[in-house]
């Protein structure tokens, strides 16, 4: 901008149509117009100015900005309206860089798979790597991850930087220790994960103004849970749930991109949430204590045959030959697929290995019909319905040969509800929406789950055994989560 007020001269040839000031944006796709306004202003003024007056500068960029915005606004300018403040405890953006392809209708800017695209599964706020390199997608903590492994691994969303109060959480696992690294990035300030000349501490920097850095540093090839929580006066800092410190400063949380060119870390990422809110030591430590699912499966594949498991485990679903295939259809979500069984033949079978012991198994379900026995998932000892055999209203579980357990909470028709069944040595509890509903008993079953929408796994029978209506994001953990936990996984999965 400095070359464009100081040095560049305007073509006043006859034949010269004019020029004008763009932006190259092949990664911020999904930009808030303010960003994209903030980022032309001033480039627009110098060029206005110099387009206007030809002769050669005798002040500085800085003089001619200083006058500028001495003028102030022109008359009936209006510019763009505060965000309204949420303050419920969730995020603003949220983003769990698992390996989710480009929406319909989208294209490459390159060959397939030279940029990946970070979802924003709250707002719009999405983004997309740099073309020249990008982020590998790695297991992550929760699913998929970003791995992070060059100086070009970068994101850029394009989001207006938030003034305090606001929090931002994400699991970092850092495999190099660099003088300096950052996580994220505007012109104007940054959050590090290493601070420039601190010894690889988590800081903070207002550009030009003041570095800033906490007495801790993340370990190496472990996976830790930051948050750092801004007031209007102090920036706190909590590691793995627990607070460490704080420091007497607060900048504007940068939301402009992922890194910086030349500063990006080595490691991978996961699950990064913006909070427009000052989170409490409580909300932080639920951000924390989120087990990890085993297997998840989103049914975003959208077409074929396949089924494949989200936490990159060689688990995968297939339709089969011979077996009537479900059909991939719209989610509830903004962006994804979800599947839908018609309650006659449809079945999907997955070569899920038994798990042991205690489990949890959440799915978002919208059952269309009250059919007897109608399952949602199965194994080669049982199966949970979502309707039980002898009451086709009540959600239950089946013990193969010995009983059917009915629970007293029935599965609203033609709504979309977040179930969750956990398996507590010899209870089963049925949660709806994070809430507990019911507790039933059950034989302590292992379950292996390796039927999804039906106990048969030849794929005809009588139409009772299935079940009508659509399922999407099936997560299935190998331990019993608490009340907490399922509260905490609806809320993140509600988003």
């Known amino acids: 901008m400095n070359t464009l007020y100081t040095s560049w001269t305007p073509d006043v040839s006859p034949l010269s149509l004019g020029s004008g000031v763009s932006v190259w944006a092949d990664y911020n796709f999904d930009a808030e117009d303010e960003f994209f306004e903030d980022y032309l202003k001033p480039r627009r003024d110098a060029y206005g100015s110099r387009s206007w007056n030809t002769d050669a500068r005798i002040d500085t960029l800085g003089d001619f900005q200083a006058r500028f915005s001495a003028l102030g606004n022109a008359p009936g300018y209006i510019g763009f309206t505060t965000p309204t403040r949420v303050n419920n405890g969730e995020p603003t953006n949220r983003y769990t860089f698992d390996d989710i392809a480009y929406p319909e209708g989208w294209f490459w800017a390159g060959s ?44 850029g969303f394009g989001g207006v930087d938030m003034t305090p109060p606001w929090t931002m959480a994400v699991w970092v696992k850092k495999t190099d220790s660099l003088d300096e690294s950052i996580l994220l990035s505007s012109d104007v300030a940054a959050i590090k994960l290493e601070q420039w000349n601190s010894g690889s501490k988590v800081g903070f920097t207002e550009n030009g103004v003041s570095d800033h850095s906490f007495d801790y540093g993340v370990p190496m090839n472990t996976w830790t849970h930051i948050t750092l929580s801004a007031s209007t006066s102090e920036t706190k800092l909590y590691v793995n749930g627990i607070y460490n410190s704080s420091i007497a400063h607060v900048i504007n949380l940068p939301r402009k991109a992922l890194g910086r060119p030349g500063k990006f870390m080595r490691g991978e990422l996961d699950e990064l949430s913006i909070f427009d809110e000052e989170l409490s030591s409580t909300q932080i430590i639920a951000l924390h204590k989120v087990s990890t699912p085993k297997y998840r499966f989103n049914f975003d594949e959208g077409s074929g045959t396949t089924i494949n498991d989200a936490m990159h485990s060689a688990v995968t679903g297939n339709f089969g030959s011979g077996i009537a295939a479900p059909k991939f259809v719209e989610s509830l979500r903004p962006t994804g697929k979800a599947l839908a069984f018609d309650g006659n033949d449809e079945i999907i079978l997955t070569n899920m290995p038994t798990i042991n012991g205690d489990w949890t198994l959440s799915a978002w379900v919208f059952s269309e019909s009250n059919l007897s026995s109608a399952t949602l998932a199965a194994g080669s000892s049982g199966g949970i319905r979502v309707g039980q055999y002898g009451d086709p209203t009540k959600v239950g579980f089946t013990s193969f040969g010995i009983a059917d357990y009915t629970s007293s909470y029935s599965l609203p028709l033609n709504t979309w509800t977040f179930l969750t069944m956990v398996r507590t040595g010899l209870t089963i509890q049925v949660y709806a929406n994070g809430i507990l509903q019911s507790t039933m008993p059950n034989t302590g079953h292992d379950m292996d789950f390796n039927r999804l929408g039906s106990t048969n796994p030849g794929g005809s029978g009588t139409s009772s055994d299935f079940f009508k209506g659509k399922m999407d994001d099936l997560i299935i953990f190998d331990v019993a989560l608490n009340a907490d936990e399922v509260q905490m996984t609806y809320n993140m999965e509600s988003q």
């Open 112 to 155: 397939s798979g030279q940029t990946i695209w970070a979802e924003d599964t709250k707002n719009n706020l999405h983004g997309s790597s740099y073309i020249i390199n990008n982020p590998t997608i790695g297991s992550g903590k929760v699913g998929g991850s970003f791995v992070m492994n060059s100086d070009g691994d970068g994101i």
